[in-house]
């Protein structure tokens, strides 16, 4: 695991599957696993977004909480809207909540913040708010499940 470094707050323009704005402190006491991804990338569609569907349905949602953030640095038109997420969510059963990460110039700002490489990325942020892992690319499900499970023991 990575050495522990308080998590940036996630900026956001709005949430899907949530009545409210979330950050880091709302998670206090759980996991939180953050799946950055675009619609479009294929990487994301194929493994990082289905993972992220099968924590949310295998660990405990009192011990563990999973939201994806939409961070889009490519193809803006394309995907850049909120009205094309609800359809791609909606279209791709994803029932986690789902925060759009905010265009503040060349890249989005938590995407900017949290230095990631491109999608998807994994971010993994222990109860008391600091970064434990943060991957760039695929990471294999018994790999994050030795995660997840030593931050729960």
């Avoid at 094309?84 to 905010?102: C, K, M, P, Q, Y």
């Avoid at 990631?116 to 008391?128: E, F, H, K, N, Y």
Wanted: aromatic share 8%; glycine share 8%; proline share 7%.
């Amino acid at each position: 695991m990575s050495t522990p470094r308080a998590a940036p707050p996630i900026v956001t323009d709005g949430w899907l599957n949530s009545p409210k704005t979330l950050d880091i402190p709302d998670f206090r006491g759980r996991i939180l696993v953050i799946e950055a991804f675009q619609m479009l990338c294929p990487g994301c569609v194929a493994h990082g977004l289905p993972q992220a569907q099968r924590i949310t349905q295998l660990f405990p949602s009192d011990q563990v909480a999973v939201i994806g953030l939409h961070t889009v640095f490519e193809h803006h038109e394309a995907q850049g809207t909120r009205a094309a997420l609800v359809a791609f969510a909606h279209e791709s059963r994803l029932t986690f909540t789902i925060g759009i990460d905010r265009q503040d110039g060349r890249l989005p700002a938590t995407m900017t913040s949290y230095n990631m490489q491109g999608t998807p990325t994994l971010v993994v942020i222990d109860r008391a708010g600091f970064r434990r892992f943060h991957k760039f690319d695929h990471v294999a499900d018994l790999s994050l499940g030795s995660i997840l499970g030593t931050l729960m023991a």
